[in-house]
């Protein structure tokens, strides 16, 4: 079992691998206020919504889909009160509804659009009622409906948004986390999650982090998330739930006359395959790479189980790893080792032969009266140019092994910080 896979899962919580790897994949783009396109991935959400089979795994992709369309309402609204604080609910509503009918979601294509359009006028709504069914749809689709009027907008999103609109923020990248946590707390208040909130607020936040640090390393978050999130924000970790982002994305919702299920997209998986092999040869870092994808997929569409899940991407068959630097050379070191015994072991051998040799011929001079060698001699060609070929050879063996056997053993001194990160890497990743 790979360790770093384990520790991840007691991180995000038994039986919810899979669990966070959705909501991550439901929270790829932060609230990213800066920027006039919402960028998350809304595509197969009319498939979904359109979906009469219920299956287990509608759960992790409405979790999926309902936070992109949180997410998409509350920087709407954010920027719509940004803009004047004055505007009253309906206007807020009509100028979120006429973003989102825009072509500032562009995942939201035109066909989805109209789609999603003809889903909500299916019952006889007037224009505002639609409005905010549509609202539903996106923070929703499969459950039930948050807002079913105005009033139920304003107290749960345009409240919440008015108070932080009040506060004076040092920098950007607090303005946009105070905002990535009111969607995560109206997040978690309408669906039963169990991994911790402050993973998900990582997860949703991450790329605040990124930008505020410009390295990649979340410098500030000791100041908002607790130690479970430090810990996940190790690369290795979070390298490995992005990865398993890719192999889920290759389950796909086709829509055929009415008719959707969950299948595989089988060249996906064949060039994410292709993909992870070479990274895995290149990257010299300590990475974990899904391998076996199409198996671990199948079994995950057969079982539609979380914890079967984690079973097949903690098992070491199914997930590459490259093994850490310091870990190389104990490898090295161990197979070196090994080489160097069968070459002593060969050389004691060759040198046991020949004393045993001389033994005999000893034994055969005094007590045998050289019977023993007589006949042996009589058996071998008469050739001196063999028998000097063949004295010239045991002459050089036995030469080399005694050279070897005398040899001093030069082993390299393992240096304490060596030492101390190939115990670590033994015991487990060190917790900060």
């Known amino acids: 079992m790979v360790k770093e896979v384990e520790e991840l899962i ?6 919810n691998l899979l669990e966070a790897a ?21 595509i197969g959400l009319f498939e979904f919504i359109n979906k009469k089979e219920q299956e287990p795994l509608d759960k992790y992709f409405n979790l999926k889909f309902s936070l992109q369309g949180l997410f998409l309402i509350y920087v709407q609204a954010y920027r719509v009160l ?49 409005k905010l069914k549509l609202f539903n749809i996106l923070a929703n689709p499969k459950g039930e409906a948050l807002f079913n009027n105005n009033d139920d907008f304003e107290k749960q ?42 993973i998900a607020l990582l997860f949703s936040s991450y790329g605040i982090f990124s930008t505020c640090t410009g390295n990649g390393d979340i410098l500030s978050l000791n100041q908002y998330i607790n130690e479970k999130a430090r810990v996940i924000n190790t690369p290795l970790y979070y390298s490995y739930i992005l990865q398993l982002i890719k192999v889920l994305r290759k389950i796909e919702l086709p829509y055929r006359n009415g008719f959707t299920k969950y299948t595989l997209n089988y ?20 990475s974990l790479y899904p391998k076996n994808i199409k198996r671990t997929l199948e079994q995950l569409l057969k079982n539609q189980n979380s914890d079967a899940f984690e079973q097949l991407v903690t098992n070491p ?16 070191s161990i197979s070196n080792k090994k080489n160097k015994n069968h070459k002593n072991t060969f050389c004691k051998l060759a040198l046991g ?36 070929i063949v004295a010239a050879v045991l002459t050089i063996v036995i030469v080399y092994a005694l050279f070897q056997l005398l040899k001093s053993p030069q082993e390299p001194p393992h240096s304490t910080i060596n030492d101390t990160t190939i115990n670590s890497f033994a015991n487990g990743p060190i917790q900060s």
Not at 10 to 15: A, P, R, S, W
Not at 360 to 369: G, Q, R
């Open 22 to 42: 959705f909501i991550r994949l439901g929270s790829f783009q932060h609230a990213d206020l800066h920027h006039c396109m919402d960028c998350r991935n809304h």
């Open 353 to 388: 032969m020949f004393i045993l040799s001389i033994g005999l011929y000893t034994a055969d001079y005094f007590f045998m009266e050289q019977k023993l060698f007589n006949s042996i001699t009589n058996i071998l060609p008469q050739n001196n140019l063999i028998n000097f």
């Open 317 to 332: 068959e199914n997930t590459y790893y490259s093994v850490p630097q310091s870990e190389c050379r104990l490898n090295s």
């Open 10 to 15: 007691k991180i995000v919580g038994k039986g």
């Open 267 to 286: 060249r996906g998986i064949s060039e994410l395959n292709g993909t992870f092999t070479a990274a895995r040869e290149q990257d010299s870092q300590d």
């Open 157 to 198: 999103v345009l409240n919440n948004i008015k108070k932080l609109l009040k506060i004076s923020y040092a920098n950007e990248f607090d303005k946009e986390f105070s905002l990535c946590k009111e969607v995560i707390n109206h997040y978690y208040s309408i669906h039963s999650i169990k991994i911790d909130k402050d």
């Open 82 to 130: 940004a803009e004047n604080a004055q505007f009253n609910t309906q206007e807020v509503i009509d100028k979120i509804y006429a973003a989102v009918e825009s072509k500032k979601i562009p995942t939201l294509c035109d066909t989805s659009k109209k789609l999603l359009r003809e889903i909500v006028d299916q019952v006889e709504l007037t224009e505002d009622q639609k």
